[in-house]
């Protein structure tokens, strides 16, 4: 089966300093893969790149077998991102706010345009507040929110960047409610950049590990947690040899 993601030999350089280094990793449809790593490690350069926000110096991407770097219309239509933290309009309600973003969706038309925003509130949530104005809701009704324009265009995979920074811990057991409901009731494939271990170990089957622009790791969560199932012990292990 074709992976839902292929990352080939990327690097990224920016004048003489290198930020990613000949990474090499797939993704296989229906996994929720953690991508972890150390701040500076390149995790965030590599989701922009993986969202086509910047391009590679060398290197391709392939998602659900388009070619990211020259068939890039075609490669975002297949996906869903939250990169950083999601941005809305404070003043519009956040109905409003997928409403204009759908826009961006075209091959909808308008009548389809509107079913997919009652759609995505009602999934994540927020059909009882999308009237309200987003200047009032929370830092997790924001996130859930982000989730909703990442679900817009109904894509096979979604790409979260530090989805739970700032949350509460209700926020972040809902946030994995969410993200795991969408897994196991849409089919939805995940890469989840994190610092939050125990989180990424509740949520994620795979891993894959940066440290200094490097791939040191890749594999299934419990391989690299080993027996006594403590991440955080094999992760500061790895980062230190």
Not at 16 to 26: A, G, I, P, Y
Not at 89 to 112: A, D, H, I
């Amino acid at each position: 089966m074709q992976p839902i993601l292929q990352v080939q030999q990327i690097t990224k350089k920016v004048r003489s300093r290198t930020l990613v280094k000949d990474v090499s990793f797939d993704i296989q449809k229906g996994d929720i893969c953690g991508l972890l790593g150390p701040n500076g490690a390149g995790k965030t350069t590599l989701i922009r790149m993986l969202t086509g926000l910047i391009a590679p110096t060398s290197g391709d991407i392939f998602v659900s077998g388009m070619h990211m770097q020259k068939e890039r219309q075609n490669a975002l239509v297949k996906l869903g991102a939250i990169v950083e933290s999601p941005v809305f309009f404070p003043y519009l309600t956040g109905r409003g706010n997928l409403r204009n973003l759908v826009r961006l969706q075209p091959n909808l038309s308008k009548k389809e345009q509107i079913e997919q925003v009652e759609e995505t509130l009602h999934i994540v949530g927020l059909t009882s507040r999308a009237d309200d104005r987003v200047g009032t809701y929370s830092l997790g009704m924001k996130q859930r929110l982000g989730i909703a324009q990442a679900l817009l265009g109904k894509p096979d995979f979604i790409i979260l960047d530090e989805p739970a920074n700032g949350l509460d811990p209700m926020g972040m057991r809902e946030l994995r409610e969410l993200v795991m409901e969408l897994h196991k009731r849409h089919g939805i494939t995940f890469l989840i950049s994190s610092h939050l271990l125990d989180e990424i170990q509740k949520m994620c089957d795979h891993l894959v590990l940066l440290k200094e622009g490097e791939l040191i790791w890749k594999g299934q969560t419990q391989e690299l947690a080993g027996e006594g199932g403590n991440l955080e012990d094999a992760f500061v292990e790895m980062m230190v040899r």
